[in-house]
C-alpha cells in the first residue's frame, strides 16, 4: 500500500473519530433522559461493546432503557462521570479505581470484556530489547497498558527507564507510528488491529501472554444512580451481562460496524483477541489488578474490592 493511501485512510477515521467523538457531546442529543433510562459514558472502542450490545437490545423497550454518551478522550468521560452528568461508564477500570481513591461515589459493577490487548510495534522493532531509547504510546498512565508495558519490560528485564513513554488518545497512535512519532503502543481496541490489518505493525505480545486474566475496562456507576434507583440499577447490570453473553461472533462484528464504523478486515482481527463471556469481577482478579497497580506505581491506595467492587443487587 502506498503510504500517501496509508496516511490518508489513517487521518480519514482521525477526523470521524474527532467529529463523531468532539467535547463530549451526547449521540444522542434530543434523548428524553426518563425515569427508566440510564446514561452512560464510553469511548468508541470494542472494549464497551456489551453496552451498546445491551442499549440496541433495550431500543424501544418500556420500562429499561439505555442512552449512549460518547466521549473522545478518557478525561472528558472521567469529568462527565466523576461530576455526576451520567449514571455510569465503560471505562477503564485504573481510571476508576483512582477517582474512587479520591472520594468519587462509584462502584464497579462488571468489566467491560476480557483479554483483548496487544502490544505493537514498527515491523522493523522484534524483541523489547529493540525498544530500547524509542518511544512507546500509551493512552493514560492509570490503565492495563501502563501495566502491560510494564510486564513486558519486566518479562525481558527492562524498566520504564529502558524507554520514553508518552500519552495519546486511542485514535491518534496508528498514525502516529507510521509517522515514526512513536515506535510502539498498547491500547485499546480497534486502535492496535487497526495498524496490524494495514500492515504497518506487528503484535509483539499479547495480553494473555503477559498478564493471566488481566483486567483492561469495567462497568462503573454512580453511588447516586445505585442508592436512587436499586431496581433500574440491578435490572440495567443484569440486562447487561445477558448482553456480553449474546456477543457471538457475528453480533459481535456487527455492532463494531455499526458502533465503531470500522472496516471488516480491521474488526477481523480485533476481536480474535478479546471476549465478552462472564463478565462478573472476581476477587482474586481484582487483587491481582491491585498488586499490580502498586507494584507499578499507579496508585498507593487503590480501593479494596469490599469498597470498590459491587456484584449483588
Ligand atoms: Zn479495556
Redesign the pocket.
Known amino acids: 500500500m502506498k503510504r500517501s493511501v496509508l496516511i490518508g485512510l489513517l487521518a480519514g477515521v482521525m477526523g470521524m473519530c474527532l467529529t463523531a467523538c468532539g467535547g463530549g457531546k451526547s449521540e444522542i442529543a434530543n434523548a428524553t433522559h426518563d425515569e427508566n433510562t440510564v446514561k452512560i459514558a464510553y469511548l468508541p ?1 470494542t ?1 464497551a461493546l456489551p453496552v451498546f450490545e445491551e442499549a440496541e437490545e433495550l431500543k424501544g423497550s418500556t420500562g429499561l432503557n439505555v442512552e449512549l454518551v460518547k466521549y473522545g478522550s478518557w478525561p472528558e468521560l472521567l469529568d462527565a462521570l466523576n461530576t455526576g452528568r451520567v449514571d455510569g461508564a465503560s471505562v ?1 477500570i485504573e481510571l476508576a479505581m483512582k477517582s474512587k481513591a479520591q472520594g468519587i461515589g462509584i462502584k464497579a459493577v462488571a468489566l ?2 476480557r483479554d ?2 496487544v502490544i505493537v510495534v514498527n515491523k522493523n522493532i522484534n524483541t523489547m530489547a529493540d525498544l530500547k531509547g524509542k518511544t512507546f504510546a500509551i493512552p493514560h498512565r492509570q490503565s ?1 497498558h501502563n501495566i502491560l508495558l510494564n510486564e513486558a519490560l519486566a518479562l525481558n528485564n527492562m524498566s520504564l527507564d529502558d524507554i520514553k513513554i508518552t500519552e495519546l488518545s486511542p485514535a491518534e497512535m496508528p498514525s502516529a507510528l507510521v509517522s515514526k512519532q512513536i515506535d510502539g503502543y498498547c491500547v ?1 481496541e480497534p486502535f492496535g488491529a487497526r495498524a496490524v490489518a494495514l500492515d504497518v505493525a506487528k503484535v509483539l505480545y499479547t495480553s494473555e501472554e503477559l498478564w493471566e486474566d488481566s483486567l ?2 469495567g462497568l462503573v456507576l454512580t453511588d447516586t444512580f445505585i442508592d436512587e434507583k436499586p431496581e433500574l440499577a440491578k435490572e440495567f447490570v443484569a440486562s447487561y451481562k445477558t448482553a456480553g453473553e449474546n456477543l457471538d461472533v457475528s453480533r459481535t462484528k456487527e455492532i463494531g460496524k455499526t458502533y465503531l464504523k470500522q472496516e471488516d478486515a480491521i474488526l477481523d482481527v480485533s476481536l480474535e483477541w478479546i471476549s465478552f463471556d462472564n463478565l462478573e469481577i472476581t476477587k482474586e482478579a481484582y487483587e491481582n489488578l491491585v498488586q499490580k497497580v502498586k507494584k507499578y506505581g499507579l496508585l498507593d491506595n487503590p480501593p479494596t474490592y469490599e469498597e470498590f467492587v459491587k456484584t449483588e443487587f
Open positions: 472502542i472494549h477503564l467491560g470484556h483483548g490487548n492495563s485499546a483492561c475496562c
